[in-house]
């Protein structure tokens, strides 16, 4: 997000987030998994897992219409109202008595619960508001129908399959307003219902959404439109900074590439100089410690914020990427604790978009070839590279001088890091997997050594396995026992290449990973090589099943992140918790087994941001199809659920109806 932009475009943006929380909109950011693996204390009977038959020829059923979903009847409200007055937003409106109230000036959020007011999935866990307020200067048109059907198209929050009833004009205390009613389900699959609605008053707006289960929106429909009813928009008191230094001293001018720690006490907040020349661009980062929530501003001479609004969009880490000075002085950055907390925090300034100079790169990378180099100890090594837009690369950079330990990063051509934070996960070979490329260009790998250590290393940047037809399987466990042991299964061709790679969550837990045939048992290969990430390439000798294991070194115990990576021919066991990407090679499917007892239930969620109509099928070993979705159309997701009827192994199919050959798909396995 660029947080120079207009206030009431970061309050759409507010609005989106709020608004389906948000499966609707499509596109969203997989969640991380926390998938529970086949657990195994012996090594499983291998021969009773039947291999999977040959692909067939089956009908694929063309994809029926969603129903419509049915208008939402707005009952009166049950609750009894109590006033809510910001100046600072120029905003007053009622809400119910005993909701929570929380958020900033101009993003008031009211709750009926306060896991509701802080939880992940707005509306999921209760009934949710979220009033933002700011300039119409952003809108085409200053009618509240057309502006709020602006608000539906340009971030695609419903459809004729989505909203339920209106949009609808009304009047409250003299203003112009519009409602609408949408259905949705939020990230969880949690069916919503949201109520939406965009007061005007001159130059100035409140849009209103409030979301509820789908189940409770008989009750909450009306006490959405009772609080819509009370809206009053006025100029917001505050034009200036909502965070302000006060009679505080700057505690130190700022370059650029500079890091500083500092702390803020029951003094209030802490501020620091730098100096900005009209046209730059600018990132600044602040990371709090412990509990400590911040808030972010950042002001000119005369005390006016540069920003649209102070920044306070995690309760972590908080940053301003991308923004651009408006004019040549001294600017400030102002951080402050929400609602008065105290605690510590570093702050860095960095420029964006000046690249690398070329007269510092020390070599070009070739890909699949290895590259050789060295660190002084006091600068970077720098190496360029060309990648393409939406594919993936692999990373390894081996330390090759003894207790060498290095740092790693990649930069795109402004700079910029592709990476949350450089990369340095153990004490010896340094490994980025799965890295996407968000576009066309020359990118830089910068080599450092530890704490300023000295040495040589060896780097090897190779396509990853993902921008070819093949599957990753993600999933994580804890190993609890000395004596215990996980098993990985797959079902894989003669010479296929299947890659399991594995990190262990704490740094003293050290894995030992193997790789055995399931029809001896024989152990065919291991790698233990790092304290830390392993990775164990094996090259399938013949067509049959073969598992990975994971073991504790001399019974270390903890808990790790595992990646199997195959070709699309090669069937992954999965289990509850898992999540899988997927790319379709010519055959246009995939398949995974799944063990299931009698009474389980499983839900499949597919997405896709490609031009792919999913399929998603259950089988068993016979080729019956147990149970299929077919509900959406070209770019959008499919679920099924389905209880299993007796313990066996299953089949799950993932296909493309269009049969293209192509395109890339994420399953999460819940």
């Known amino acids: 997000m660029r947080f120079y932009r207009s206030r009431m475009l970061i309050g759409l943006t507010a609005v989106l987030v709020l608004l389906l929380a948000l499966a609707a909109c499509g596109g969203g950011e997989e969640v991380v998994p926390t998938p529970e693996p086949p657990q195994a204390t012996d090594v499983p009977a291998p021969t009773d897992t039947p291999e999977p038959p040959p692909p067939t020829d089956t009908a694929v059923p063309v994809p029926t219409d969603t129903p419509e979903p049915t208008a939402t009847a707005v009952p009166e409200p049950v609750a009894a109202l109590t006033d809510f007055v910001s100046e600072e937003a120029g905003l007053s409106l009622s809400y119910p008595e005993g909701w929570f109230e929380g958020g900033l000036p101009g993003f008031n959020i009211f709750a009926s619960t306060e896991a509701a007011l802080t939880g992940d999935n707005p509306g999921t866990d209760g009934p949710v508001a979220l009033v933002v307020t700011g300039s119409t200067s952003d809108f085409t048109s200053t009618d509240p129908e057309e502006a709020i059907n ?14 339920v009833e209106g949009p609808t004009a009304f009047t409250v205390n003299g203003q112009d307003a519009v409602y609408t009613i949408i259905e949705t389900e939020s990230d969880n699959g949690d069916p919503l219902t949201a109520y939406v609605a965009l007061v005007i008053n001159g130059d100035y707006s409140a849009i209103l959404v409030g979301a509820a289960p789908r189940d409770q929106a008989k009750e909450y429909m009306g006490t959405f439109a009772a609080m819509a009813e009370t809206i009053e928009v006025s100029e917001p008191a505050a034009t200036t900074s909502d965070v302000s230094t006060g009679d505080q001293v700057s505690e130190g001018i700022l370059l650029y590439g500079d890091s500083v720690e500092a702390s803020l006490t029951d003094a209030g907040s802490s501020s620091w100089d730098f100096i900005g020349l009209e046209g730059e661009v600018v990132n600044v980062t602040v990371e709090p410690q412990g509990d400590l929530d911040v808030v972010v501003d950042i002001l000119d001479e005369s005390g006016a914020s540069i920003l649209d609004f102070p920044v306070d969009n995690s309760f972590g880490v908080e940053e301003i990427t991308d923004l651009a000075i408006p004019g040549s002085g001294t600017f400030t950055i102002v951080v402050s604790g929400y609602d008065g907390a105290t605690g510590d925090y570093s702050l860095t300034l960095t420029e964006a978009g000046t690249g690398v100079a070329a007269g510092d790169v020390s070599g070009q990378i070739v890909y699949s070839e290895i590259t050789s180099g060295s660190v002084d100890g006091i600068n970077e090594a720098l190496y360029t590279f060309e990648a393409t837009g939406g594919e993936y690369v692999d990373i390894t950079v081996s330390p090759t001088s003894e207790e060498m330990d290095v740092v790693v990063d990649v930069l795109d051509a402004n700079g910029r890091s592709l990476l949350d934070e450089p990369a340095d996960n153990s004490y010896d070979t340094e490994y980025i997997r799965i890295l996407p490329i968000p576009e066309d260009g020359t990118y830089t790998l910068s080599v450092s050594g530890y704490d300023g250590a000295a040495g040589d290393f060896d780097i090897l940047v190779e396509e990853s396995y993902l921008s070819q037809p093949a599957n990753f399987l993600f999933a994580s466990d804890e190993l609890t026992d000395a004596e215990e042991t996980h098993d990985f299964p797959f079902y894989a061709f003669a010479d296929d290449l299947v890659v399991a790679q594995v990190d262990p969550v704490e ?14 048992n024989e152990m065919l290969d291991e790698v233990d090589a790092n304290t830390g990430f392993e990775e164990l390439l094996f090259t399938v000798p013949e067509d049959g099943n073969y598992y990975f294991r994971i073991v504790g070194f001399e019974g270390s115990t903890g808990s790790y992140d595992i990646t199997l990576v195959g070709s699309d021919l090669v069937t992954f066991e999965t289990a509850v918790g898992d999540q899988i990407i997927g790319r379709f090679g010519p055959d246009s499917y995939m398949e995974y087994m799944i063990r299931a007892s009698a009474g389980d239930t499983i839900n499949l969620v597919a997405k896709t941001e490609d031009d792919l ?4 099928q259950i089988r068993d070993f016979d080729d019956n199809v147990l149970a299929e979705a077919d509900d959406g159309f070209s770019g959008e997701g499919e679920e ?16 493309d109806f269009f049969e293209a050959g192509s395109g890339k798909f994420i399953l999460s396995i819940e």
């Open 150 to 163: 602006e608000v539906i198209t340009e971030f695609d929050l419903g459809d004729n399959d989505t909203i």
């Open 613 to 616: 109509d999913l399929i998603l």
């Open 507 to 520: 740094l003293e837990f050290d894995v030992v990973l193997q790789v055995y045939s399931d029809a001896s």
């Open 640 to 655: 099924l659920s389905y209880t299993f009827e007796q313990e066996d192994v299953y089949i799950i199919r993932v296909s």
